[in-house]
C-alpha cells in the first residue's frame, strides 16, 4: 500500500509539475506558443488519454466489476457515462457564464476555472493507474499515461498564465493562476487512491468514470485543437505508443 501510494503521488506530482513549467511560459513568451507546435502537443496527448481510457482504465474497470453481485459492464457504463457527463455539464455551465459576461477578465477566469475541473479526473486516472501499477509492465504503462497528459498540461497551464498577463497582472501572479489551476491533480488523485483502497468497491465506477472523463476531453477539446496533419500524426502516435505498451509489454 505504501509504494503504491507513492507512486501515485509521484504520477500526479509528474502533470501537476508540467502545469507549472506550461504556466512559467509567462516568462518566456508572452505572446503565446506556434500553433503548429500546440497541435501536434494536443494530438499526442489525445491519442494517450484515448489509448489509455480503454486500456488503462476501462478494461481493468470491467475486470474487477466480475467480483461485483452485478454484471461487470454496469460499472463500467454507468461510471463512463457520469464522467462524461460530469465535464458536460461543467462546460455547459460555463459556457452559460461566458455569454452572459461580457468582461473579458470574467471570461478569462471562467477559462482557469474550465482547465481547473478538467484536470481533476485525469488528476484521478493517474493516481488510479499507478496504483493498481501491480508489475513493471503496468508501472510502465501507468508512466505512459502520466506522460500524455502532462503533454495535454503543458499548454493548459500557458493557456491559463497568458491571458492573466496580458489583462495586466503580474508575471509572477499570472504564473501562480497557471500553478493553482493544475493543483488539483494530485490532491484529487491521492483522494481516489485512498478512497479505492479503503473500499475496493470505488475502483471499478472511479476508473470507469476518469475514463469517461478523459474521453470527453479528447472528443471536444484535444481532436478540435488538433485536427490539421500534424496534430492527427502526433494523435496516432500517442494512441499507438500507449496501445503497445498496454497490450504488448502487458
Known sequence: MISSVSRAAMGTGFIFLMTSLGA???FLFPGGMKLRFQAV????????MMAASVWSMLLPALEQAEELPMPCWVPAALGTLAGTVFLAALDSLAARRIKRSAVPAANDSLLMTAITLHNIPEGMAVGLAFALAGNAEGLTAAIALSLGIGVQN??????VSLPMRQLGLSRGRAFLMGVFSGAVEPVFGMLAVFAASGVHVLMPWLLSFSAGAMIYVVVCELIPAAKDRPGLFGFMGGFLMMMILDVALG
Not at 502537443?41 to 494517450?48: E, H, L
Not at 503543458?154 to 493557456?159: I, K, L, Q
Open 24 to 26: 512559467a511560459m509567462v
Open 41 to 48: 502537443m494536443m494530438g499526442f496527448a489525445g491519442g494517450v
Open 154 to 159: 503543458f499548454p493548459e497551464g500557458a493557456a
